[in-house]
């Protein structure tokens, strides 16, 4: 069965540095998103993106947040300057098109900022 | 911004009874509602959904009931079986945003 793919599963870095985590969605998807989830609390929607470009973003996802489709197959965010606050776990998700809604999971990058 | 909200962090249930899992919302505009089911250490697993203009959607054990006057939904799971025991989150699309709720923790005890 096909699925979403991410890696690493973890990544520390130390703040102030950049991390790019990447992400392989299902072939046929035209959605993508990323999510993240502090310890405890609930998942937060970051950003989707159709068709090369971002469609919608939230409040979360500001100038240090960045997101490419560099070729056919992988989704990357990319944080430019990591603060100790984005430590969370980063999850990728993909849907087929606009006709479902049902989005695909991948099993998440656990990024811990020291 | 809490526009989707669990209230119970965790419900705790026999097995072969009836899980009720429970989800409010604060915005009219949401087009679909869906349930994930998330395990440790994976991500959300879509279970079931539903769409504003319907009040009931069925598979399998799950039901999902939608009272839009109320701005409510609920998951219902019958008969619960332990490998039920998860975290539940609801979730609401408008606009191919999605907004997820804090979860809720069913353990289904055998």
């Known amino acids: 069965e096909p699925e979403v793919t991410q890696t690493p599963s973890h990544q520390v870095t130390q703040m102030g540095q950049e991390v790019i985590l990447r992400c392989v969605p299902i072939s046929n998807h035209l959605y993508f998103y990323w999510y993240r989830q502090i310890l405890g609390q609930k998942v937060e929607f970051l950003v989707s993106?159709?068709?090369?470009?971002?469609?919608?973003k939230s409040e979360i996802f500001d100038d240090q947040f960045s997101v490419e489709r560099p070729d056919g197959s992988n989704f990357t965010l990319k944080i430019r300057s990591t603060k100790l606050e984005d430590s969370a776990m980063y999850f990728c998700?993909?849907?087929?098109?606009?006709?479902?809604?049902?989005?695909?999971f991948g099993p998440g990058t656990r990024l811990t900022v020291t | 911004d809490q526009q989707v909200k669990q209230n119970s962090p965790s419900l705790s249930v026999q097995e072969g009874r009836i899980s009720i899992l429970n989800c409010d919302y604060t915005?009219?505009?949401?087009?679909?509602f869906l349930w994930y089911k998330k395990y440790p250490a994976e991500g959300p697993t879509f279970l079931i959904s539903i769409s504003s203009i319907k009040d009931k959607n069925e598979d399998g054990r799950f039901t999902v009931f939608l009272n839009k006057s109320a701005k409510h939904l609920s998951l219902h799971i019958v008969p619960s079986q332990p490998g039920d025991s998860a975290v539940y989150f609801c979730a609401a699309e408008t606009g191919n945003q999605f907004y997820f709720g804090t979860g809720t923790s069913l353990t289904v005890i055998p």
């Open positions: 915005n009219s505009m949401f087009d679909y």
């Open positions: 993106f159709y068709n090369n470009e971002i469609s919608e």
């Open positions: 998700a993909s849907k087929e098109d606009t006709g479902g809604y049902e989005q695909y």
